[in-house]
Nanobody
């Protein structure tokens, strides 16, 4: 079982990036996937989460990214996207995705995120 993030990089303020969280060894559509970030000197922050009850998705966004970031499923790729628009220097951080493989189709608020990717760096500067 593995999660691998990709798509990070350097971008100017106002720019966009799309991160991917690729799952292997399990079906991402069955399990809650959370997106987190950690900036230097700051605590890790959950910025979004996608879960399914097997019929429909529920997506949560933190206030800090609501309206700018979008989580979606990558069809047929066993991956989750994090589209990040209108980036600011405050978005600079190491971004991670994580999942809880103990229970399928559980809500974001119930998940115990114990399986993590290695992270991908996002740097926003002029």
């Amino acid at each position: 079982v593995q999660l691998v993030e990709s798509g990070g990089g350097s971008v100017q303020p106002g720019g966009s990036l799309r991160l991917s969280c690729l799952g292997s060894g399990f079906f991402v559509d069955y399990y809650t996937i959370g997106w987190f970030r950690q900036a230097p000197g700051k605590e890790r922050e959950m910025i979004g989460c996608i879960s399914s009850n097997s019929r429909e998705d529920s997506i949560f966004y933190a206030d800090s990214v609501k309206g700018r970031f979008t989580i979606s499923r990558a069809k047929n790729l066993n991956a989750i996207y994090l589209q990040m628009d209108s980036l600011t220097p405050e978005d600079t951080a190491l971004y991670y995705c994580a999942t809880d493989l103990s229970i399928a189709f559980q809500a974001c608020t119930s998940a115990d995120f114990s399986s993590w990717g290695q992270g991908t760096q996002v740097t926003v500067s002029s």
